[in-house]
């Protein structure tokens, strides 16, 4: 008895090969019914930009009227160049920590972030954010040619409003031999700093550049393996027309120099700006 002929492979039918096709138009089609991105005009039809920021961070923003804060005076560059009013809506949770979404902002609050926005995977899960233009993390501070190898104890620490590891700080400084004094205020850690009770500081950097800023000390941002993190503005996702106008002014500060004059403005160390657009820090 012969063996059955093998059976012949079912032709495919042509309605299978458009199914790809069928659900790329499908998604177009969805894409059409969402809302246009007006957040440009909307800012551009009010004449004001409103910006939510701490209410004290200095040197980013301060509470001295004729200094009002780097950010402060970058947003009013940005705005004027654009035609907007500048508003600050000031949050007391900013500037505590560097998770946005601790602050509880919405956007009936404020169209901007900034004042301190980390770029980081936390932040870019929640916001569209800027090319960082500053960077900050644990500094030393200590006379000039001393390094965190040759620095001697006792050293004074002052935490500062920021969300910075501490913990990793401790261990690594430990790690080194290095003991540190707890100091509650910038007033006391320069004073004693500068009377010789200290061989060295530790600070957050911005808080470093603006307490130590008409001295001869030196400020160095600690590197790997301890965190730095790159500053820059915030902006609700979807929000790409108002991001897009600030970041094309952003750029033009750059260029023309402003930035860097506001930098030197409020003291503000080399390792701290960001000299490029590429957000090389």
Same mark, same amino acid.
């Given at each position: 008895?012969?063996?059955?002929?093998?059976?012949?492979?079912?032709?495919?039918?042509?309605?299978?090969?458009?199914?790809?096709?069928?659900?790329?138009?499908?998604?177009?089609?969805?894409?059409?019914?969402?809302?246009?991105?007006?957040?440009?005009?909307?800012?551009?039809?009010?004449?004001?930009?409103?910006?939510?920021?701490?209410?004290?961070?200095?040197?980013?923003?301060?509470?001295?009227?004729?200094?009002?804060?780097?950010?402060?005076?970058?947003?009013?560059?940005?705005?004027?160049?654009?035609?907007?009013?500048?508003?600050?809506?000031?949050?007391?949770?900013?500037?505590?920590?560097?998770?946005?979404?601790?602050?509880?902002?919405?956007?009936?609050?404020?169209?901007?972030?900034?004042?301190?926005?980390?770029?980081?995977?936390?932040?870019?899960?929640?916001?569209?954010?800027?090319?960082?233009?500053?960077?900050?993390?644990?500094?030393?501070?200590?006379?000039?040619?001393?390094?965190?190898?040759?620095?001697?104890?006792?050293?004074?620490?002052?935490?500062?409003?920021?969300?910075?590891?501490?913990?990793?700080?401790?261990?690594?400084?430990?790690?080194?031999?290095? /003991?540190?004094?707890?100091?509650?205020?910038?007033? %006391? !850690?320069?004073?004693?700093? =500068?009377?010789? #009770?200290? @061989? *060295?500081? +530790?600070?957050?950097?911005?808080?470093?550049?603006?307490?130590?800023?008409?001295?001869?000390?030196?400020?160095?941002?600690?590197?790997?393996?301890?965190?730095?993190?790159?500053?820059?503005?915030?902006?609700?996702?979807?929000?790409?027309?108002?991001?897009?106008?600030?970041?094309? /002014?952003?750029?033009?500060?750059?260029?023309?120099? %402003? !930035?860097?004059?506001?930098? =030197?403005?409020? #003291?503000? @160390? *080399?390792? +701290?700006?960001?000299?490029?657009?590429?957000?090389?820090?």
């Amino acid at each position: 008895m012969s063996a059955p002929a093998p059976a012949r492979p079912r032709k495919r039918h042509w309605l299978f090969d458009m199914i790809p096709l069928a659900l790329c138009f499908a998604l177009l089609f969805a894409v059409s019914f969402l809302p246009p991105d007006n957040s440009r005009y909307e800012v551009d039809r009010l004449g004001r930009l409103s910006v939510c920021m701490p209410d004290l961070y200095p040197p980013l923003v301060t509470d001295n009227a004729d200094r009002p804060g780097f950010e402060v005076e970058l947003l009013q560059n940005i705005t004027e160049r654009l035609g907007w009013r500048l508003n600050i809506v000031s949050n007391a949770s900013m500037g505590r920590d560097f998770n946005p979404r601790n602050w509880r902002i919405n956007r009936a609050q404020c169209q901007v972030l900034a004042g301190g926005i980390a770029i980081n995977s936390t932040t870019s899960s929640f916001l569209d954010t800027t090319e960082p233009h500053l960077v900050t993390g644990w500094a030393l501070i200590a006379p000039q040619g001393t390094t965190i190898e040759t620095v001697q104890s006792p050293v004074g620490f002052m935490a500062g409003l920021t969300g910075l590891d501490r913990i990793g700080l401790g261990q690594y400084i430990r790690q080194r031999g290095i /003991t540190a004094t707890i100091v509650n205020d910038a007033a %006391t !850690l320069r004073a004693r700093l =500068e009377a010789g #009770d200290y @061989d *060295a500081a +530790i600070t957050e950097a911005l808080l470093a550049s603006t307490i130590f800023s008409d001295t001869d000390l030196e400020i160095t941002v600690l590197g790997a393996p301890l965190e730095r993190i790159p500053l820059g503005m915030g902006f609700w996702k979807g929000d790409l027309t108002l991001k897009r106008a600030v970041e094309s /002014t952003l750029a033009d500060i750059r260029a023309d120099g %402003t !930035l860097a004059q506001l930098a =030197e403005r409020y #003291d503000l @160390d *080399a390792s +701290i700006l960001c000299p490029s657009a590429t957000g090389a820090c």
